[in-house]
Nanobody
Framework: QVQLVESGGGLVQAGGALRLSCAASGRTFSSYAMGWFRQAPGKERDFVAAVSRSGEGSFYADSVKGRFTISRDNTKNTVYLQMNSLKPEDTAVYYC??????????????WGQGTQVTVSS
């Protein structure tokens, strides 16, 4: 079984930056790809970014491409999401997910509890 714990959320002004972290425990971390999703109030959970098992491959939602960077440190069992040039529309609960290599939430096996990101205008 895999446990995922996110941290790093908070309140930031538009144009600012935040870095989210997700610490994993349980199954060997380097054996599964990781992703980040987000869910705004009243909306579906949307894909943000994914990173391969080694960390060498990644892909992003168009809405965050060029502003967000996903990375992982397999020695620390942690995946990161660096978010720059934040916009009010980035406000959401951000979830890390493991076990998938996809834009689709249903293809991920493991989920964290989420961390709130609020971007003020």
């Amino acid at each position: 079984q895999v446990q995922l714990v996110e941290s790093g959320g908070g309140l930031v002004q538009a144009g600012g930056a935040l870095r989210l972290s997700c610490a994993a425990s349980g199954r060997t971390f380097s054996s599964y790809a990781m992703g980040w999703f987000r869910q705004a109030p009243g909306k579906e959970r949307d894909f943000v970014a994914a990173v391969s098992r080694s960390g060498e491959g990644s892909f992003y939602a168009d809405s965050v491409k060029g502003r967000f960077t996903i990375s992982r440190d397999n020695t620390k069992n942690t995946v990161y999401l660096q978010m720059n040039s934040l916009k009010p529309e980035d406000t959401a609960v951000y979830y890390c997910a493991g076990g998938g290599w996809s834009r689709y939430a249903l293809q991920y096996d493991y989920w964290g509890q989420g961390t709130q990101v609020t971007v003020s205008s």
